[in-house]
């Protein structure tokens, strides 16, 4: 999770909290004038109880163990203080915590602990209604109003739940479109290989006969190239396999038929001013093939967010670094810090993006810049002795 992502996480949480603790101060208060001065503790420690575990669950996904520390809890306050002379339970704070669970259970457990948790709601208002015995106006009203809570939790968790499975189900489809046109470009350098080695071969054939000292020089070119074609053939099948692929696989790929310096200045036709920043005396050319697209796919997708997201940016930096193991990519603009743009900057290109980098073995980072501004870094390693 981003930056962004988890302090957008802890002020929900710390909101909710805020609110669950007033439902529980305003409950107490309203038994202490009604019912007396010591019957507002029992309810306000339970609701607590409840309250406390459904927080839990904001902070990190939720377990089904503290979704039933929750509801035993929620349990005990109805069946325990059913005839005691106290309020009858679940009391609105409490069904609050509930709702809570209910909702966080819906979206983020698996369906059968899911539809547990949920149905407890409904068990433990019906059942409150039986413990408190005949129903009266107000106890049928607050029964509804638990009722109505509930039904707000559940809808809003199952929602949230399709909308997961919704953005899970495109994000895997960008994932698998990345993978399939890496492979489609590493035929291309497979099939490169395979046409140099039967240039070489044949080549050989035609200098064994002429100059048989010169054949070792063509017969090591042959051998690099086979080696390279078939560790471009073991990458693919990491590639095409499902799930997140061989780590230990970097799947090469085509240059690309475009160069940065294109881009760029396709780009200052579109948006803000762009400065470029080339390793000195070594273009893309000079690359591994892999690096070559992917570097300029980085700086394609980083630089069409700009042009769609930060359209108060007024200079753009397109920096590449060319380390003794890798190459490094950042594209860095100045645009206003939010809400001139969205937080979450990139969509699903960026989803595709980092499948590509991670594909090759590397590392990428988006986020915003301090004070102003938003980043897009790549780091692709390159692995001694690898063909230029």
Avoid: K
């Amino acid at each position: 999770m981003t930056v962004p992502g988890r302090w957008v996480r802890g002020v929900s949480a710390a909101g909710l909290a805020a609110v669950l603790l007033a439902a529980i101060i305003v409950q107490a208060a309203a038994i202490a004038q009604s019912w007396g001065s010591r019957h507002w503790v029992p309810g306000s420690v339970f609701a607590a109880a409840v309250c406390v575990p459904a927080l839990l669950g904001l902070r990190r996904p939720l377990r089904p163990a503290v979704a039933g520390l929750g509801l035993a809890a929620a349990a005990v306050a109805v069946t325990g203080l059913a005839g005691a002379d106290l309020p009858a339970e679940p009391s609105p704070a409490m069904m609050l915590g509930l709702a809570v669970l209910t909702g966080s259970a819906l979206r983020t457990l698996a369906p059968v602990p899911a539809a547990a948790v949920a149905c407890a709601g409904p068990v433990l208002i019906v059942a409150g209604q039986l413990a408190a015995g005949p129903p009266a106006a107000g106890l049928a009203a607050v029964t509804a109003l638990d009722g109505l809570i509930w039904l707000a939790a559940a809808g809003a968790g199952s929602a949230l739940r399709v909308l997961d499975v919704q953005a899970r189900t495109a994000a895997e489809r960008v994932r698998r479109a990345e993978r399939l046109e890496l492979a489609r470009e590493l035929h291309d350098v497979v099939a490169h290989h395979i046409t140099g080695m039967v240039l070489q071969a044949q080549g050989a054939q035609l200098v064994a006969r002429r100059d048989p000292e010169r054949v070792g020089e063509y017969l090591g070119d042959l051998e690099a190239a086979g080696t390279e074609a078939l560790a471009s053939m073991r990458r693919v099948v990491g590639l095409l396999r499902d799930g997140d692929g061989d780590a230990d696989a970097p799947a090469p790929t085509s240059p690309g038929p475009e160069r940065l310096g294109a881009l760029v200045e396709r780009f200052r036709r579109q948006g803000p001013e762009v400065r470029l920043t080339m390793p000195d005396g070594s273009g893309d050319a000079d690359w591994p093939p892999e690096v070559t697209t992917t570097v300029y796919r980085v700086a394609q997708e980083a630089l069409t967010n700009v042009l769609r997201h930060a359209p108060r940016a007024r200079t753009v930096t397109v920096t590449v670094e060319r380390g003794a193991r890798s190459v490094t990519v950042e594209v860095a603009d100045d645009a206003p810090a939010p809400p001139a743009r969205h937080p979450q900057r990139g969509g699903f290109g960026l989803v595709g993006m980092r499948e590509r980098v991670e594909a090759l073995g590397g590392s990428l980072r988006a986020g915003p810049r301090p004070g102003a501004g938003w980043s897009v870094r790549a780091t692709l390693p390159v692995p001694a002795g690898e063909p230029r």
